[in-house]
């Protein structure tokens, strides 16, 4: 019988549907272990589990002594576990004014020879003496290790309030599975069933952490929220002094009302190139001079912001007294975890005004020849020149030079930053607009790796997010089509702290997209028969890559290039990773891109559509595991928007398949270490008799996607309410026109099959 899923097929009300599932394993097990029958002969092990809980505690339905327990069926599952089989009772309803008592059934020969099952004949409820039967489902093979599902309906007329004895009994083979029932009910809607715990459950073992590992994280997440609440003492005492420096400056007219000074300090989870997460502090402070006007400002020195083409610390009052209260601050409250050796990341961010240069100024040499030094400006990797022959000609110059100088002051002026194994790099932001209020600077000091000293609990455990075991990884399908196809697959997992003149933003590491990628490009090469040269592979991308992948205005991206090069009919483009809602529009982050700031640093999703709309092929596919609600990101201020879904110009050409909708978080699968959408979407491919509805052989992206948004066993919606509660909502989004019956990839086994 060709397996499918239940929910989706209904018979009539008079009778009973089975489905033939072909082998022994389910997606239920893949999220919680699956039954394995204690063998003995005598006892029958009968229990009841909440869908939201592991919990396994043996109970034996002939121990009088045990006290029995009222559990909902309509949020607990009844388990009865026997010598050669075990069935699974859910979705159980009885209405008061109903003719018909309905559940989910689930059954399967654990051993034994084969044997055949009729709803009719096997399933019955005893009441008072009185067997009522099963409407029919047919007469179905059940062979060992084969699973059978449906929708069971018994008619009976009546309620079982009241009643004396009611009996729910499956028989399988020699085995008879009993469930005592009860009419005890708070409400009209539902019957509830008075049953023991349930069995435990062991067959099918579950990828999971050893329990030493798992203790070992709940100790881990204790220190770390030991860490967490000391940086917030730590952030509360830097403001508290911050703010009396301030006053006391203001109060020696040495800086005015126009300057604001923050700090903020944040304990910061970042992975590292091995794949480890560290547990860094991150403290940052940010310098602004609001007044529209320097020659506004009233006060006895010269200055208080960076006259126009200046770079010097003297020349701007409100960057030296910054840089003096980040000296005093770090001596007195840092210097506890910045010890001789510790890894200490100092970014320092220099801010200018859109003004455009006529002609160059003068650079003094004070930091000798500057030839294609290391900085990032609006977010993207750069090189700056600057020589005294040549002067000052660009804001990007500028706005580095501003960050030398603070640079130079740190190395003669913090001891801490002298003996600490101390990096820095340099960050130019350029505004759009004109004026002193956007000449800025802020300085971002990470120490690395913390709290290891106060809580070496942090670092006894290491978590290599890279590692790829689930069987999603494993016995990838191979196909011997071989498709006129290019792909673009981006996984980006190392997120930087953001920076930026829009401020801090704080931007964790989205753990498992990398391993997205990486097994994205394993099914586009093994299943899929894209060339592996074919594809413009790319984890932990920053903006340039994104522009050098997709093009800019004024220059033509490497996809662009390669689709020439292959005259390739069809486009496939795969992102993992953070996605930001910004001015109503989604954008694709950069490992170092500043969500405040997302229209210089980020790229935006529309953009991408439009460039590979125009692109000479056939077909185009995309599909994001990332969330454009701003629910992922930790902000100092809430997200309060979420992208609209962008559309493309010429949609017939395109299938867009994307995790979440537009409010949705975009959930993590952590036993499997992939994007929970991500691992999904694999299995599917590999889970060839479920996902392929009609077995015609063919994987259409209509039956892709029924295959993901899934409510009942394997999809999406499914496994996010398991994993992350019954309140969680994640419903993949499928954006098609004509091509919903399009192939995705052939199923039909072939020599190659591997």
């Not at 004070?366 to 990797?381: H, K, L, M």
């Not at 913390?450 to 455990?461: R, S, T, V």
């Not at 890559?545 to 033509?556: M, Q, V």
């Amino acid at each position: 019988m060709k397996q499918t899923i239940f929910q989706r097929s209904f018979l009539p009300f008079t009778c009973c549907l089975f489905l033939f599932i072909a082998n022994g394993s389910d997606m239920q097990a893949q999220k919680r272990v699956s039954v394995n029958p204690i063998v003995s002969p005598s006892i029958k092990n009968v229990g009841w589990r909440d869908y939201n809980t592991t919990i396994e505690t043996p109970f034996y339905l002939e121990d009088s002594g045990v006290n029995k327990l009222t559990a909902n069926l309509r949020e607990k599952e009844l388990i009865s576990v026997l010598p050669s089989s075990y069935c699974v009772i859910s979705k159980f309803q009885k209405r008061s004014n109903s003719s018909m008592m309905t559940f989910n059934l689930e059954a399967k020969l654990q051993k034994g020879n084969s044997l055949m099952f009729d709803a009719a004949t096997n399933v019955y409820v005893i009441i008072e003496e009185k067997k009522n039967c099963a409407l029919p489902s047919g007469r179905l093979s059940l062979a060992q290790g084969r699973v059978v599902k449906g929708r069971i309906s018994i008619p009976f007329t009546g309620s079982l309030s009241g009643r004396s004895q009611a009996t729910l009994c499956v028989e399988i083979g020699s085995d008879i599975h009993k469930f005592e029932l009860t009419g005890k009910t708070d409400s009209k809607v539902q019957e509830l069933a008075v049953l023991p715990y349930n069995p435990v459950w062991t067959e099918k073992p579950k990828q999971e952490i050893p329990q030493d590992d798992k203790k070992q994280e709940k100790i881990v997440a204790v220190a770390v929220k030991k860490a967490e609440d000391v940086t917030k003492d730590i952030k509360t005492e830097l403001k508290e002094d911050l703010s009396k420096t301030i006053a006391d400056l203001r109060a020696k007219d040495e800086l005015s009302e126009n300057t604001q000074v923050d700090v903020n300090a944040e304990v910061m989870p970042e992975v590292k190139k091995d794949g480890t997460v560290e547990y860094n502090m991150k403290v940052r402070y940010d310098v602004q001079v609001v007044s529209d006007f320097v020659k506004k400002l009233n006060i006895s020195h010269t200055t208080e912001d960076w006259p126009a083409g200046k770079y010097r610390l003297k020349d701007s009052q409100a960057a030296l007294q910054t840089a003096g209260i980040i000296k005093s601050t770090v001596e007195s409250k840092l210097e506890e975890y910045i010890t001789p050796g510790t890894e200490v990341t100092v970014k320092i961010i220099g801010g200018t005004d859109g003004t455009k240069f006529k002609n160059s100024v003068p650079y003094d040499g004070a930091f000798g020849n500057i030839n294609e030094a290391e900085c990032f400006v609006n977010g993207a990797f750069a090189y700056v020149t600057v020589t005294p022959e040549t002067g000052i000609s660009s804001n990007e110059q500028l706005a580095y030079l501003r960050t030398l100088d603070i640079k130079k002051f740190m190395e003669n002026h913090i001891g801490q930053f002298r003996v600490a194994n101390t990096h820095y790099e340099h960050f130019a932001e350029i505004a759009e607009n004109v004026g002193a209020q956007y000449r800025r600077v802020a300085v971002e000091i990470t120490v690395h790796n913390a709290f290891n000293k106060k809580y070496p609990e942090i670092a006894a455990y290491k978590e290599n997010v890279y590692e790829r075991n689930s069987e999603v990884d494993k016995n990838i399908p191979v196909t011997s089509v071989s498709s006129n196809a290019v792909a673009v697959i981006i996984g980006n997992t190392e997120y930087q702290v953001a920076t930026g003149k829009q401020g801090t933003t704080k931007v964790g590491p989205v753990k498992y997209a990398v391993n997205d990628a990486s097994t994205m490009r394993d099914y586009l090469t093994r299943t899929l028969g894209v060339n592996q040269k074919n594809i413009i592979f790319k984890t932990n991308a920053d903006k340039k890559d994104f522009d050098d992948i997709f093009g800019t205005d004024d220059k033509e991206g490497e996809i662009a290039e390669l689709v020439k090069r292959t005259g390739a009919k069809e486009v496939y483009f795969f992102y993992s990773g953070h996605g930001y809602p910004f001015m109503g529009e989604p954008y694709l982050l950069g490992i170092r891109s500043n969500p405040k700031n997302c229209k210089e640093q980020a790229t935006s999703l529309q953009s991408i559509y439009r460039t590979l709309g125009a692109l000479p092929v056939e077909k185009v596919n995309v599909i994001t595991d990332a969330c454009f609600s701003g629910q992922e990101i930790s902000m100092e201020a809430s997200a309060t928007e979420f992208a609209r879904r962008p559309k493309p110009d010429k949609l017939a050409k395109f299938v867009i398949l994307s995790a979440a909708s537009e409010e949705q978080y975009a959930n993590w699968y952590k036993d499997k270490k992939h994007g929970l959408f991500s691992y999904v979407l694999f299995k599917a491919m590999q889970d060839k008799e479920r996902s392929d509805l009609n077995g015609d052989g063919v994987l259409t992206f209509d039956e892709l996607y029924k295959y993901l948004a899934d409510n009942q066993e394997y999809g999406v919606p499914y496994l996010a309410k398991e994993l992350e509660g019954e309140q969680v909502r994640q419903n993949p989004v499928i954006q098609v026109s004509v091509r919903a019956k399009d192939c995705l990839l052939y199923t039909s086994p072939s020599p190659r099959d591997a």
